[in-house]
């Protein structure tokens, strides 16, 4: 027999409404991330679909700062793709070099929809960091993207079957002129969204 609506059973958090538990911090998704060994090929795919148009970036030593893998300082690459679909952004990653649970993913599964993204309600950085490590998920991998955009990973895949991420981009943030676009730039004067959560004070 269930418990009554809103009560707690065997420890579980209480049901506030229809869309909130007492202990929900997560905040909104606001990306999917499918990791590839081709991301040419997957950007094709998804614009045949009518997703797009893409802006492409290496993450890497001259772009990432604070990169880590496994809690220790790491020397990794990947081809990040971004395009926005509504309020979302759809992300492709092709991991080049070094460790990474990208490339995890890859060996043991395969290509796919690797991780997706919260925005923690816009709480700051440490708070979203120690809650994750508070109930049992420890960071695994994490940088900051032109050294002001910092992202994190956590190792969730066991206990829900997938990766999650957080990431916080400041309000003032402007994205830097991509390698390329795929098939193409946008209008002139046009510019990809930011969807700012905080001030950077990381």
């Not at 309020?87 to 995890?104: H, R, T």
């Not at 050294?147 to 990973?153: G, K, T, V």
């Given at each position: 027999m269930s418990s009554p609506p809103g009560s707690p059973d065997e420890g579980w958090p209480t049901v506030l409404s229809p869309t909130?538990?007492?202990?929900?911090?997560?905040?909104?998704?606001?990306?999917?991330?499918?990791?590839?060994?081709?991301?040419?090929?997957?950007?094709e795919g998804l614009v045949r679909l009518g997703i797009g148009p893409w802006r492409i970036y290496t993450f890497d030593s001259e772009t990432v700062t604070q990169r880590t893998y496994q809690g220790a300082e790491a020397d990794?690459?990947?081809?990040?793709?971004?395009?926005?679909?509504g309020?979302?952004?759809?992300?492709?990653?092709?991991?080049?070099?070094?460790?990474?649970?990208?490339?995890?993913y890859l060996d043991r599964h395969g290509e796919g929809i690797?991780?997706?993204?919260?925005?923690?309600?816009?709480?700051?950085?440490?708070?979203?960091?120690?809650?994750f490590t508070e109930r049992g998920f420890a960071m695994i991998q994490s940088g900051r993207f032109a050294?002001?955009?910092?992202?994190?990973?956590f190792d969730t895949e066991e206990a829900t079957g997938?990766?999650?991420?957080?990431y916080d981009i400041p309000a003032d943030f402007v994205w830097p002129e991509p390698e390329a676009w795929f098939p193409g730039p946008p209008?002139?004067?046009q510019r990809p969204p930011v969807r700012g959560q905080g001030s950077g004070d990381r």
């Open positions: 909130e538990l007492s202990n929900s911090f997560l905040g909104n998704l606001i990306e999917i991330c499918f990791v590839t060994r081709d991301h040419q090929r997957t950007m990794w690459a990947i081809k990040v793709c971004f395009a926005d679909v309020d979302m952004a759809v992300e492709i990653m092709q991991p080049l070099y070094g460790p990474s649970i990208f490339q995890e690797q991780h997706i993204a919260f925005d923690a309600g816009g709480r700051p950085w440490q708070q979203r960091l120690d809650t050294d002001r955009n910092a992202f994190a990973f997938t990766t999650f991420e957080t209008p002139a004067g």
